[in-house]
């Protein structure tokens, strides 16, 4: 089974804190994915990575920023938190291929208040 | 750009009956996939069911079976025999289709979600 595990569960920081959120994907995949989801709002992608190093922006980019080093890890990165940051946070990941409707595959979410 | 509603933000159902969840999309493209994930209190996403536009049949998973109407862009989800496990936040997902290029074509939509309660 893919595995896509984020590091940190449940996260309480302080308002102009420098937030890192971790993930890691076991299966080689060459896209990851970081998602916020807030109620009402569903789930709206903040940046993913197609490669190593490389990273596009997604919907809601504004107060974040992203580092690919390795394939296998995607680190989400908030420079200074802000309160309107508190909301849970999905890492996922999914392969490249010409069968490019495969499925996408989510870490457990990480929870991160913002005090 | 591409949007998906998901109209009924809460649905109950008891158990062992049936319930269908309704979505509907927009979007000027000819090929493309159709997602429902399931959501569970505190536990991972993972997929329900996946529907490719080209495919003219409706796509089936045991009891969860999609509705697909492309002409209306609608794509519901009917749940059979609900189960207690049932219970969770669905989110109907859509995604470009496309060949070769990882960029611009990766990236899924997701509707708000409804949250599906079971009633035993």
């Known amino acids: 089974d893919v595995k896509v595990t984020q590091s940190s569960r449940y996260l309480v920081k302080r308002t102009g804190e420098k937030v890192f959120l971790e993930c890691v994907q076991d299966m080689d995949h060459e896209n990851m994915f970081w998602y916020r989801q807030d109620p009402g709002l569903g789930l709206r992608l903040i940046y993913f990575s197609y490669d190593v190093k490389m990273k596009e922006k997604g919907d809601i980019p504004e107060g974040y920023s992203v580092s690919r080093e390795k394939k296998e890890r995607f680190s989400l990165i908030l420079e200074s938190a802000s309160t309107n940051q508190t909301s849970m946070y999905l890492c996922?990941?999914?392969?490249?291929?010409?069968?490019?409707?495969?499925?996408?595959?989510f870490g457990e979410g990480s929870w991160l208040t913002v005090v | 750009a591409q949007t998906v509603t998901q109209s009924q933000p809460e649905m109950s159902v008891q158990e062992a009956e049936t319930v269908t969840l309704s979505c509907t999309y927009d979007?000027?493209?000819?090929?493309?996939?159709l997602f429902w994930y399931k959501q569970p209190p505190s536990r991972q996403m993972i997929l329900v069911i996946r529907?490719?536009?080209?495919?003219?049949q409706n796509a089936t998973e045991n009891r969860f079976s999609v509705n697909f109407q492309k002409a209306a862009k609608s794509f519901s989800l009917k749940i059979s025999d609900s189960q207690l496990g049932d219970a969770a936040m669905y989110f109907c997902?859509?995604?470009?289709?496309?060949?070769?290029?990882?960029?611009?074509?990766?990236?899924?939509?997701f509707g708000t979600g409804t949250r599906l309660t079971i009633i035993p």
């Open positions: 997902a859509y995604r470009s289709a496309g060949f070769g290029s990882n960029f611009g074509n990766e990236k899924l939509t």
């Open positions: 529907q490719e536009a080209y495919k003219q």
């Open positions: 979007t000027s493209e000819s090929d493309y996939y």
């Open positions: 996922a990941s999914r392969p490249t291929g010409l069968n490019s409707g495969n499925t996408i595959y």
